[in-house]
């Protein structure tokens, strides 16, 4: 079946073609106002364009009546989408509100990361084990990042990713060390190191997950950084 | 953990609009309305995607690493210069993949059930 564009053509005087047109365009961007501004900057001039696309081609094969069915399809899916943006903005500033929880274990994070690392294990390795035994909300950050890894997404993209997630600068930290050692080489736990006492001393740890990493190091043998407090 | 074999099932089942989006892609980059286009041509009008619908997979698609945005218009004198060109990544190739045996397995468990004709019959009978 060919779309309706295709299927048959009228010819409308000029005037009210423009009419139609103008209208629908004008009310359509106006309806993008209720996107959140984020995706209404980035999307929104392009999905303008798209529906004015539609609406001239429509018009042309259908003439007035087209443009009007068109808008049936176009008010649900404005609606449906608008709900659907909302909803995961809502959930990316409860992600945000999480960030100060996240931050709270930052310096815990870190520290476990060079723990692993000294310890032999490979970044994709300790990044697992940090999913798995870390608490909320760095299990569940770290869980993505895992899941990214495992899905052949590079380390970068993977990172980025936590990083929309969780925009916590201790994070941001993390991430450009990474990807200093990733671009420049040198040995990353001694690069991460300093990061540990830095975050310990802005954001002291919220306790819940270093003792028991700390344990576990230690059942391992590996070689435990010292921090700040304990020297 | 071995990277070389990327597990893409936590990916799958893609959504019908997802992956026709990424079945768009597969022939070569696209602006938005072409997506919509080739979408509506292929499936006959069966699947009808809106901007809304459209642009928001896009965004998760992006931000995921299945498709990425051009740099460069691939023909800019001919072209709007306010479109936006999109094409498939590795992972999004692989994604579409994954997703395209995982539905023909369930083709072939129908056709195991007497749901579908057989191969041969499907041939004979012009069906897919």
Redesign the interface.
Request: hydrophobic share 35%.
């Given at each position: 079946?060919?779309?309706d564009f295709v299927s048959k053509s009228v010819s409308p005087s000029p005037a009210s073609r423009a009419r139609a047109l103008v209208l629908s365009d004008r009310v359509y961007r106006k309806l993008l106002a209720a996107?959140p501004v984020e995706?209404r900057e980035?999307?929104g001039?392009?999905?303008?364009?798209?529906?004015r696309?539609?609406c001239r081609l429509t018009y042309r094969s259908s003439g007035t009546g087209g443009v009007a069915r068109l808008w049936l399809?176009?008010l649900?899916?404005?609606a449906?989408?608008?709900g659907?943006?909302r909803f995961s903005a809502l959930f990316r500033r409860s992600m945000m509100s999480d960030t100060t929880a996240f931050d709270r274990q930052a310096g815990d994070m870190v520290w476990s990361l060079v723990t692993g690392l000294l310890a032999g294990y490979d970044l994709?390795?300790v990044i697992?084990a940090i999913s798995i035994q870390a608490p909320e909300p760095t299990a569940s950050a770290f869980k993505r990042l895992h899941?990214?890894?495992?899905?052949?997404?590079?380390l970068e993209?993977g990172l980025a990713?936590i990083l929309?997630a969780v925009p916590s600068k201790y994070l941001k930290q993390v991430v450009a060390v990474i990807e200093e050692q990733r671009k420049s080489g040198g040995h990353l736990p001694s690069m991460l190191e300093p990061l540990i006492d830095g975050i310990l001393q802005q954001v002291p740890s919220d306790g819940s997950f270093y003792p028991a990493m700390r344990q576990e190091a230690q059942d391992l043998g590996a070689q435990v950084p010292e921090r700040a407090r304990e020297k | 953990m071995n990277m070389d074999t990327p597990d893409l099932k936590h990916f799958l089942p893609l959504t019908p609009a997802a992956f026709n989006i990424l079945l768009a892609l597969a022939d070569g980059e696209k602006h938005g309305y072409a997506i919509m286009q080739t979408i509506t041509m292929r499936t006959g009008g069966e699947v009808r995607m809106g901007p809304g619908t459209l642009y928001g997979l896009i965004k998760r698609m992006l931000a995921d690493g299945w498709i990425e945005e051009l740099d460069e218009r691939p023909d800019p004198a001919l072209d709007d210069e306010r479109r936006r060109y999109y094409r498939l990544s590795d992972l999004g190739q692989r994604v579409a993949a994954a997703e395209a045996e995982r539905l023909a397995r369930l083709v072939a468990a129908a056709r195991q059930q007497g749901l579908l004709p057989t191969k041969g019959r499907a041939i004979l009978l012009g069906l897919p």
């Open positions: 079946m060919k779309p996107y995706f980035r999307y001039p392009e999905m303008a364009q798209v529906f696309t539609c399809p176009t649900w899916d404005w449906w989408t608008v659907r943006e994709s390795q697992k899941a990214d890894l495992n899905a052949g997404l590079s993209r990713n929309k | -």
